[in-house]
Nanobody, 125 residues
Framework: EVQLQASGGGLVQPGGSLRLSCAVS????????IAWVRQAPGKKREGVSC????????FYADSVKNRATIYRDDSRTTVYLQMNSLKPEDTAVYYC??????????????????WGQGTQVTVSS
């Protein structure tokens, strides 16, 4: 059974940083693509970053490019999303998703994707 556990969210001031973690079990990270997808109230769901397990390629939405870094640990059980220079518009619930679609111009969950429970990120002064 594939399980994903997201954590690391919180309240941060504009300009601050957070590192989100996604602990993955039941699947090898080398065999899947892990994406971070966020959902803000009243807004469409947005895929913000993705890590391809096969080749290690990384993908970022324009909204977070140059402010976010996705990577995995050496044990290949956890995927992180480091976010810097946070803005109020980054406020959302962030979910990690397995078996995601990672493309240069599109990051999204698929029908067969598994979702973690989400972690709230609030950027406010």
């Amino acid at each position: 059974e594939v399980q994903l556990q997201a954590s690391g969210g919180g309240l941060v001031q504009p300009g601050g940083s957070l590192r989100l973690s996604c602990a993955v079990s039941g699947i090898t990270l080398d065999d899947t693509a892990i994406a971070w997808v966020r959902q803000a109230p009243g807004k469409k769901r947005e895929g913000v970053s993705c890590l391809s397990g096969r080749d290690g390629r990384t993908f970022y939405a324009d909204s977070v490019k140059n402010r976010a870094t996705i990577y995995r640990d050496d044990s290949r059980t956890t995927v992180y999303l480091q976010m810097n220079s946070l803005k109020p518009e980054d406020t959302a619930v962030y979910y990690c998703v397995s078996d995601a679609l990672c493309l240069v111009d599109r990051i999204m969950a698929l029908v067969g994707s598994e979702w973690g429970q989400g972690t709230q990120v609030t950027v406010s002064s």
